[in-house]
RNA sequence: GGCGGCAUAGCCAAGUGGUAAGGCAGAGCUCUGCAAAAGCUCCAUUCCCCGGUUCGAAUCUGGGUGCCGCCUCCA
């Protein structure tokens, strides 16, 4: 079987991937706070464990995929006041929002997308473990994790204690112990969303919702935990001193964090306030583009957006969806055979499949499978070129572009007009009496006939088989 | 100030010890009624700078410089 590797941010270099059990693949990915517009930072991510979960599959493997949302949060409540809305309303608006927008770029579903608001119970109980174990103390209603009792803290982000002393640029609540500490469960305060507890009415800190929610669905040192490089301080810091310092067990075995997309060299964000929302993208772009040009680049490495920038990505990813549906085209027209142009260009096909499963096996590195693609691309043109149309060797390269580019990838765009078989008869028609027309000479009215389509968004290509159109 | 990361052609972007993938743009050619598409050829003696290790470094190491992220909510 193939093998995986994986940067894992916690011992910082590439590791050979083992699953805790054989075949399977489990992740949990910290979801969004629902409390406005998905960005496209927030599709990166999405986009990235949408492949990786598609590519362990193709490697054989189950997987099973948890992300939560946070839908008990300060900003929440926040704009429930300013809209004199209940929180959890705001939440579910929110969080409808988001899996619109995924599903408009053709992320598939998690498995499990658990909700803070209803594992209060699972949250209390591991506050409570955290106490009575003298992980956590109490103080005027809320819990405060106590950040020396866990001498690992610090191991993900490589951080040291002193320095994060010394680094608290806010004032220290001073019910705190140590400025370092955090809260696991918040007194409430007049008017917010509030639950009993044993400390009183309050609702649970940022960190705890994903260590109970974890351990609840995916158990103890499952296999990947996800999310934003923004993440890895304070939040996953703090997830693994949670969970660590109440199972005894490492939380999960491969840490993995995307790099941030960039809007002239600033980290998009909602606080910043330069988003570009993904219901706006996908309206005005395929869905198909989008995700090529997340997967353009490694995921670990910073990503750029810009005006323009789509249209740029948009030349290379059409010369690969250009070639895909021509293959479909030529398909129609293939012969057996086994020159030893078939035999050589099979070879190669079968290499430059074996270097994608590599490519995508060494760290998901979907950057160099898509160079990859792009010199299949390359060799089967040069193979029709050559004359080439055997049926073994166009199904080969197309049967590997919708494997990758189509199932793993997702940048395949469907034809569009399949559907409307009138549409295409008339097309079919009309391109027949060009044909007539060329065939007499008449360049005017055919080249007339052309313009206008094109005006219409039909592009006709005249190949030696004959026309061809695409919209 | 601390921690982590990045710096490769006009632009985007792989490559992490063996002599620079791929895409876009650009130049020339082939095909074509023209166009489009496609193919072929060319396009980084060099990988931010300065030292070191090595037979050999973009790749390892030391030191600079610049940029990004985190240290406060954040994918």
Redesign the pocket.
């Known amino acids: 079987m193939t093998k995986i590797q994986v940067y894992n ?1 916690m011992t ?1 270099r590439k590791e050979e991937f083992v699953p805790r059990e054989p075949g399977k693949m489990s992740v949990y ?5 629902p409390y406005s517009d998905t ?8 986009v990235i464990w949408d492949v990786i979960k598609r590519f362990f599959r193709m490697m054989g493997y189950e997987t099973y995929h948890v992300q939560n949302f ?1 839908d008990v ?3 929440i409540i926040q704009r429930s006041f300013d809209e004199d809305v209940p929180a959890l309303e705001i939440s579910k608006r929110y969080i409808a929002e988001y899996l619109a927008s995924m599903d408009a770029l053709g992320v598939e579903r998690a498995d499990l997308y658990p909700k803070v608001s209803e594992h209060m119970d699972e949250i209390i109980g591991l506050v409570e473990k955290l106490v009575e174990t003298d992980h956590a103390y109490s103080a005027n209603g809320d819990v405060f994790f106590s950040v020396a009792s866990f001498p690992e803290y ?1 191991k993900l ?4 204690l002193e ?2 002393r ?5 004032e220290v609540d001073p019910a705190k112990r140590d400025a ?1 500490d ?1 809260a696991l469960w918040k007194s409430a305060k007049p008017g917010e969303p509030a639950w009993e507890s044993p400390w009183g009415e309050g609702r649970p800190g ?2 705890i919702e994903c260590s109970a929610m974890s351990l609840k669905y995916l158990g103890e040192a499952f296999d990947f935990h ?10 996953h810091e703090n997830e693994i001193a949670q969970s660590e310092a109440a199972t005894g067990c490492a939380l999960a075995r491969y840490w993995v ?7 002239k ?8 306030g330069n ?1 570009i929302s993904v219901k706006e993208l996908t309206r005005r772009y395929p869905k198909e583009l989008l995700r090529f040009y997340l997967l ?9 957006f810009y005006d323009g ?1 789509l249209e ?2 948009s ?6 969806n ?2 895909y549906r ?1 293959l479909q085209d030529d398909l129609k027209h293939a012969v057996t055979g086994d020159s030893s142009l078939d035999r050589e260009t099979l070879e190669v096909l079968e290499r430059l499949e074996a270097d994608l499963v590599s ?1 995508l096996a ?2 998901f ?11 299949l ?6 193979y ?3 004359q080439g149309r055997s049926e073994d060797v166009l199904k080969k390269a197309s049967d590997i572009l919708q494997r990758f580019a189509g199932g793993v990838f997702g940048v395949l765009q469907e034809t569009q007009v399949q559907d409307d078989s009138l549409a295409e008869s008339l097309l079919d028609l009309l391109l027949g009496l ?1 044909q007539e027309l ?1 065939k007499q ?1 008449n ?2 009215l ?2 007339q006939i ?1 313009d206008q389509l094109a005006d219409l968004g039909v ?6 088989q004959g ?2 159109w695409k919209v």
Request: aromatic share 8%; with cysteine.
């Open positions: 941010t910082q990915v910290c979801g969004v706070t960005h496209l930072g927030h599709a990166r991510p999405s946070t949060d300060d900003k610090g982000s490589k951080q040291k320095e994060l010394q680094g608290t640029r806010f370092v955090f940022w960190h996800g999310g934003g490089n923004d993440l890895i301080f304070p939040h964090h995307n790099g941030m997309l960039n809007l060299d600033a980290k998009m964000s909602k606080s910043i988003v353009s680049t490694h995921y670990r490495s910073a990503l750029e920038k740029e990505v030349k290379g990813w059409t010369r690969l250009d070639a021509a490519a060494d760290d590195n979907t950057a160099m499978a898509f160079g990859v693609l792009f010199e691309v390359r060799e089967i043109n040069g029709k070129h050559r060009r060329r000479k360049f005017a055919s080249d052309r592009t006709i290509e005249d190949t030696p026309p061809r």
